[in-house]
């Protein structure tokens, strides 16, 4: 005899099927274990389940590179600040993870020279979170560090190849 204050043990249940609560039909029976490894999510667009976040959030601007470059040269160098700010304020509303446009200014400001490193290194990021080999990294920020100052060929390469993976990033995630 089991003691009433206790659980019935599996064992004790009768063989009845289950049923869904307020429905006339039994449930089908729980399929056998097979020894199948059962496979793993797979998020729609390519994206791999493992070790990469899904899209968090909207899909930034693609910018123009050659446009980019003449609006610095126009104002300047005031609008690598903007295009500091909206990229990584971009990047952290899409992923979550980054400095954000607020950080990227200030750091722009006070220490413009770290800019292009971090940039490419948020940038090669976003391909990694997707499973896929990273265009550009931190080393890329190497092109402005040595070569910028002969007549910024350094800044131009490196604008240029940062500029043109986060424009293919955006891209392959429908932004036109």
């Given amino acids: 005899m089991s003691d009433p204050d206790q659980p019935a043990r599996a064992d004790d249940q009768p063989d009845v099927p289950p049923t869904r609560p307020g429905a006339d039909s039994v449930l089908p029976p729980e399929p056998q274990a097979s020894g199948a490894v059962p496979t793993p999510y797979a998020p729609p667009g390519g994206v791999p389940a493992h ?45 979550g993870e980054g400095i954000g446009g607020g950080i990227a200014l200030l750091l722009a400001i006070l220490v413009g020279v770290v800019m292009p490193f971090l940039n490419s290194h948020e ?5 990694e979170r997707r499973g896929q080999a990273k265009p550009v ?40």
């Fill in 51 to 95: 070790g990469a976040s899904a899209t968090l959030g909207p899909v930034g601007q693609v910018r123009s590179t050659g446009t980019c470059i003449l609006l610095t040269f126009v104002t300047l160098g005031f609008y690598s600040w903007y295009w500091y700010y909206q990229t990584h304020d971009e990047m952290k509303r899409h992923t």
């Fill in 123 to 127: 940038v090669g990021r976003l391909y």
């Fill in 137 to 176: 990294s931190a080393t890329t920020g190497l092109w402005f560090l040595l070569l910028g100052w002969f007549f910024f060929v350094g800044a131009i390469i490196w604008f240029v190849k940062t500029n043109r993976a986060l424009n293919d990033y955006w891209q392959s995630l429908g932004a036109s």
